[in-house]
């Protein structure tokens, strides 16, 4: 009698699991991530496909864009750098998404691993922060970087980083929240639909929602 109920038990799991799978189609190297991509590590890029050659101390964002092919993003001499892995020829030399003045920073990258993928960064001029993007489909490549546009992130803070919150569905559809400059008791989020582009950022309460972001400042 033990061994039927322990395969019930064992098969409710599986179950489970494929639900948590699916209520997530973001596809990040080393598993899903629930809102933002995060930094992969070897022990967490698929055993398939190895970690990009960066600089020392640098953490690439990492995405499968299809089923043995992926990106990866990260920030040298300033800008945002790109990389994309297919098999046999493994990683592609990184090329810069833009060289323009100014320093990037934050990169983060989302995909729906069916080759199509979207980066956005931070973007500082002085004491002017944006945010930029830039569109990866698997047939043309990356699309020229632009603004987001209503977009004003907060200012980082010393040992406080607000990176943005991306996250992509099944259809290509982006979704994006970061910590306001406007108000430290807000958010911004801002929404991308294929053929329509970027929807303007809006300003919400810090506390509005699940997985609020966390004020900036010291601790």
Request: aromatic share 6%; glycine share 10%; charged share 15%.
């Amino acid at each position: 009698m033990r061994r039927p109920a322990l395969v019930l038990v064992l098969a409710m799991l599986a179950l489970a699991g494929c639900r948590d799978r699916a209520t997530n189609p973001t596809a990040v190297l080393g598993g899903p991530a629930p809102a933002a991509s995060r930094a992969a590590t070897p022990a967490e890029a698929d055993a398939g496909i190895p970690m990009p050659a960066v600089p020392p101390g640098t953490q690439p964002r990492l995405a499968r864009s299809g089923v043995d092919t992926a990106l990866a993003v990260w920030t040298q001499d300033g800008h945002v750098v790109a990389a994309t892995y297919t098999p046999p020829a493994g990683w592609g030399p990184a090329t810069p998404l833009e060289q323009i003045y100014g320093e990037a920073s934050e990169p983060q990258l989302a995909s729906n691993g069916q080759g199509v993928a979207m980066a956005v960064w931070r973007h500082t001029v002085g004491s002017i922060q944006s945010l930029r993007f830039s569109r990866y489909e698997a047939a043309t490549g990356w699309s020229p970087p632009d603004v987001l546009p209503g977009a004003l992130p907060r200012p980082p803070a010393a040992g406080h980083e607000d990176a943005v919150q991306l996250s992509m569905d099944a259809a290509g559809e982006v979704s994006a929240r970061w910590a306001s400059g406007f108000d430290a008791r807000e958010v911004q989020t801002a929404r991308f639909v294929p053929g329509q582009g970027w929807s303007r950022a809006l300003s919400e309460p810090l506390a509005a929602g699940p997985g609020a972001a966390p004020a900036s400042g010291p601790h």
